[in-house]
Nanobody, 119 residues
Framework: QVQLVESGGGLVQPGGSLRLSCVASGFTFSRHAMSWYRQPPGKERALVAHITSTGANTTYTNSVKGRFTISRDNAKNMVYLQMNNLKPEDTAEYYC????????????WGQGTQVTVSS
């Protein structure tokens, strides 16, 4: 059974930091690229960061460049999102995602973890 489980969300003050974690199971994690998405209240879900299967290449949406870092540990089937200098506009439900491939045609989504940036 394919499964992604996020953790690490919570309430943080502006300027603070938070690290999200996602553990994967049910597929060959090391062969798959991984992504983080977020969905602010009342808005569409959007890509935040992406990392290739080996971790050699990463991409970010412009609004988080220089503040967020996606990384992975294939030995632990884990992907992380380090979030620094958090802003109120980062408030959203954050989702771990395995994009669809031939061997994972439906892709996979975690259940989400809430990040709230507020004083």
């Amino acid at each position: 059974q394919v499964q992604l489980v996020e953790s690490g969300g919570g309430l943080v003050q502006p300027g603070g930091s938070l690290r999200l974690s996602c553990v994967a199971s049910g597929f060959t994690f090391s062969r798959h690229a991984m992504s983080w998405y977020r969905q602010p209240p009342g808005k569409e879900r959007a890509l935040v960061a992406h990392i290739t299967s080996t971790g050699a290449n990463t991409t970010y949406t412009n609004s988080v460049k220089g503040r967020f870092t996606i990384s992975r540990d294939n030995a632990k089937n884990m992907v992380y999102l380090q979030m620094n200098n958090l802003k109120p506009e980062d408030t959203a439900e954050y989702y771990c995602n395995a994009p669809g491939t031939y061997y994972l045609p439906r892709g996979a989504w975690g259940q989400g973890t809430q990040v709230t940036v507020s004083s």
